[in-house]
């Protein structure tokens, strides 16, 4: 029952160096997403695919690029990273795209840019 | 555009009290709302949802009611127990939103629950 697996959990990170956040899910659900958590202001969309082959933006899309690599993985990349992305990052998953779905989320990526 | 506001925590309480987390949103629509639940250490869970006006969800002992004419759903427990410690998120969905359903949180509370 692996569910929405997220790698890697912790990373330290310089100002200015890339890296990629990996999510995997292994229930056939059609949409994924990526959110950003930070004390004081609960999750914020960053990113989310509807179905294999789309992406677009969500709330805080500046300094991230995604790639939804086939229906189970949906990969979050910081380029340049800043320490206004320190954050705790959560990849989630759903079957359909409607409003009532039931999301599935992962354990979470803790990441600091020093 | 959407908002979800919740009442500051931390709320600490003593097992077997009455819980309730207020929780009012912003909607221009008729949206879906939802309670996850995120223990120490771990991702978001669904805990209840309501789709419509004057649904009530419940799980686990916990329940909320979706009221339109006050634009709250506040969350209810009659007895909590020391393994409900948790931070309480509250999120609606808006079914105008397109594709994906994109939720918008609230900050979300902490409930601390002791002996």
């Known amino acids: 029952n692996a569910g929405v697996t997220q790698t890697p959990k912790f990373q330290v990170l310089k100002t200015g160096q890339s890296m990629t956040l990996q999510c995997a899910q292994d229930?056939?659900?059609?949409?994924m997403y990526w959110y950003r958590q930070d004390p004081g202001m609960g999750l914020r969309l960053i990113y989310y695919?509807?179905?294999?082959?789309?992406?677009d933006k969500g709330e805080v899309p500046n300094g991230y690029n995604v790639s939804r690599l086939n229906k189970r993985e949906f990969s979050l990349r910081l380029e340049s990273a800043a320490p206004s992305q320190t954050s705790v990052y959560f990849c989630?998953?759903?079957?359909?795209?409607?409003?009532?779905?039931?999301?599935?989320f992962g354990s979470g990526t803790q990441l600091s840019v020093l | 555009g959407d908002s979800v506001t919740q009442m500051e925590g931390p709320v600490t309480l003593s097992e077997e009290a009455f819980l309730t987390i207020n929780c009012t949103y912003t909607?221009?629509?008729?949206?879906?709302l939802f309670w996850y639940v995120q223990y120490p250490g771990e991702g978001l869970q669904l805990l209840l949802k309501a789709t419509k006006a004057d649904d009530k969800g419940s799980n686990k002992g916990f329940e909320a009611t979706y009221r339109k004419e006050t634009t709250s759903f506040h969350l209810e427990k009659g007895s909590v127990q020391v393994s409900d410690s948790a931070v309480y998120f509250c999120?609606?969905?808006?079914?105008?939103?397109?594709?994906?359903?994109?939720?918008?949180f609230g900050t979300g509370t902490r409930l601390q629950v002791t002996l």
């Open positions: 999120a609606l969905s808006d079914p105008r939103s397109g594709t994906a359903s994109k939720l918008t």
């Open positions: 695919s509807a179905s294999e082959g789309t992406t």
């Open positions: 229930m056939n659900h059609n949409s």
């Open positions: 909607a221009t629509g008729y949206p879906s």
């Open positions: 989630a998953s759903s079957e359909g795209s409607g409003a009532a779905e039931k999301l599935f």
